[in-house]
């Protein structure tokens, strides 16, 4: 039986960005009522939703073959006691649904009967009760015959148990809990900008209301909730998990980079990995008590101890990982003499385990909320910023398509080409440009020249990043081509 669902529903049972289907909506192709979007809909615009392919059965079908692998239980399949949780919820409310059904057919054959019992006893029949017993049969034989299977509702039925959708109020915001997330970290999954602290459950700072449907705790918390609190539904976001098919919360999240608080966090080396001959990663971790609240291309301030009691080596560098992953913080550091906290990590002076005390974060270079397709463009280590926002972006799935655009001026410029080669073939709504050019600028040049044979007949969103001669030039040639200021977001990096 067809049904209606949420547009973040419906993406996920055909396996497309939310930004397609909202894309839609705008052209008139999709028609909402109250918010919600009816099967039979996507079934006309999507009829290969029937072939399962690369739709929920999918991974069904994957989850069964390899039934034994740690990593896709955990990421995919919840916990025994959640899983149970759920199931024991969708039987009531199928259990509902029959009572329903035998209340509603136990009716119609009682009319049916009655109507039968007036027939016989009217004189010389009665045309209008002979007619009505017709409709009342015919009726009751469409009701009770075999109609085709609605593959979308099938899906829907084992996404519901396989992972829970939450409504965040008053924004409207939806994301999935799947796996052993937590409400917290699957909101951070799915790019929300949730209000946290620690992460652990001493704080308080990520508590939400539940409004409708059910969770269920996954770790012990120090911080206690008043009763006050308990009664109003109050639960800490960090230690609970959903135990129904869908969940709706209230809470309040971060509109932008000021409502995110500075912080001053002393992290220690986890890793520092060569990526080029002037290239290095550096990778720090946070302390599992205080995690790093940041959003995607923002940058921190770096300090390292300095050398023989010497003064402190202090740069600002952009962060190149994921809010979602808020222990772990990625650096890509170049050869820079100007840059002390380069010098001393070319130099060999930084190694595994050493401290690093982090200042920040800072910067308004930030991802936009937008159904607009989104185009990044870097230059060298400019990719630090960008790689943050396409990893954001792809945990949000709202852009219809991404492209990306790296110019190299160096001969280890593209240092993360395996990176994108593998987000455009695992992702098919993304493609990527590398170029290479001694000058910043003039590889700016030929960079517009590409995006306007490709890209100017489209709505887009552009992001970019590198040193100001790059970004400089870039803007020029965008503007000079009609893409509106609204539109142009950038950032300087050395």
Request: glycine letters at 8%.
């Amino acid at each position: 039986m067809a049904q209606w669902v949420t547009i973040w529903r419906a993406a996920h049972l055909l396996g497309v960005p939310r930004g397609v289907l909202q894309q839609q909506v705008r052209r008139g192709e999709i028609e909402l009522s109250d918010g919600l979007v009816h099967t039979e809909t996507l079934l006309r615009l999507y009829p290969q939703a029937q072939l399962e392919e690369g739709g929920l059965l999918e991974r069904v079908a994957q989850i069964r073959d390899e039934a034994f692998g740690r990593r896709l239980r955990e990421r995919v399949l919840p916990s025994q006691e959640v899983l149970a949780q759920r199931l024991f919820r969708q039987t009531q409310e199928l259990a509902d649904v029959q009572r329903h059904l035998q209340r509603y057919h136990a009716l119609v054959i009682e009319l049916r009967s009655t109507l039968a019992q007036q027939i016989e006893q009217a004189k010389d029949g009665d045309g209008r009760l002979l007619a009505l017993h017709r409709q009342l049969n015919d009726g009751l034989a469409r009701a009770l015959a075999m109609e085709s299977v609605d593959m979308l509702d099938v899906m829907d039925d084992m996404l519901k148990v396989m992972s829970a959708q939450v409504t965040l109020r008053p924004s409207g915001h939806q994301f999935a809990v799947e796996g052993h997330d937590t409400l917290l970290q699957a909101g951070m999954r799915a790019g929300l900008k949730l209000n946290y602290g620690c992460g652990n459950g001493s704080c308080g700072m990520c508590k939400v209301r539940v409004t409708a449907g059910q969770v269920t705790r996954t770790m012990h918390t120090d911080y206690a909730l008043s009763e006050a609190e308990k009664a109003q539904g109050y639960v800490l976001a960090c230690a609970h998990t959903a135990a129904s098919a869908e969940l709706t919360l209230e809470t309040l999240e971060a509109a932008g980079p000021d409502d995110i608080p500075e912080q001053q966090i002393v992290a220690s080396v986890r890793a520092v990995r060569e990526l080029g001959k002037d290239t290095r990663l550096l990778h720090l971790q946070t302390p599992r008590s205080h995690r790093l609240r940041f959003l995607a291309g923002q940058s921190l301030t770096l300090g390292l101890a300095g050398r023989g009691g010497g003064d402190d080596a202090q740069a600002l560098h952009p962060i190149a990982s994921c809010p979602c992953d808020d222990r772990n913080l990625q650096f890509f550091i170049a050869r820079n003499a100007d840059d002390p906290v380069a010098r001393q990590l070319f130099d060999g002076g930084l190694k595994v385990g050493d401290a690093v005390t982090l200042w920040g974060p800072v910067g308004q270079f930030v991802l936009n909320e937008s159904t607009h397709p989104l185009v990044f463009a870097a230059c060298d280590t400019g990719f630090a910023p960008i790689k943050s926002l396409i990893e954001h972006a792809l945990s949000m799935d709202q852009a219809p398509s991404m492209s990306l655009f790296w110019l190299a001026t160096r001969p280890d410029g593209h240092f993360m080409a395996n990176q994108c080669r593998a987000w455009s073939q695992a992702l098919d709504p993304f493609e990527y440009t590398l170029s290479s050019d001694d000058d910043a600028a003039s590889g700016a040049h030929q960079m517009v020249a590409a995006m306007r044979a490709d890209l100017f007949d489209i709505e887009c969103d552009y992001y970019i990043a590198g040193p100001q001669p790059f970004v400089q030039a870039l803007l020029r040639g965008l503007t000079a081509g009609g893409v509106p200021a609204a539109q142009l977001h950038s950032e300087f990096t050395p």
